[in-house]
């Protein structure tokens, strides 16, 4: 699986952005799809999960200010992003995890970067 993210940029503080991951598979046969971030000098951290049937996880971080979701026409994943702290700023990767039988692939984009001045 190819994963192409897009959509990362430079924003004021309070602002947003939209990061989007389009998948070279149909999502459908990818269990989890989710957004990842590693800022400089740290390692990398969850940011937004969804299953293949929808259900989300977040990192504490980020809970009502950042929405992920599915999209099945486009064939991506998007990162809705609002309310940006400077915080927020990190390489943001996406991430999908698909099984073929019992076998666990992990499959990983490039990086796109998320920069929030204050």
């Known amino acids: 699986v190819q994963l192409q993210a897009s959509g990362g940029g430079s924003v004021q503080a309070g602002g947003s952005l939209r990061l989007s991951c389009a998948a070279s598979?149909?999502?459908?046969?990818?269990?989890?799809m989710g957004w990842y971030r590693q800022a400089p000098g740290k390692q990398r951290e969850l940011v937004a999960t969804v299953t293949v049937g929808g259900s989300t996880n977040y990192a504490d971080s980020v809970k009502g200010r950042f929405t992920i979701s599915r999209d099945n026409v486009e064939n991506a994943v998007h990162l809705q992003m609002n309310s940006l702290k400077p915080e927020d700023t990190a390489a943001y990767y996406c991430n999908a995890v698909m099984y073929r039988g019992f076998k666990r692939n992990e499959y990983w984009g490039q990086g796109t970067q998320v920069t929030v001045s204050s």
């Open positions: 598979e149909r999502i459908s046969s990818i269990s989890v």
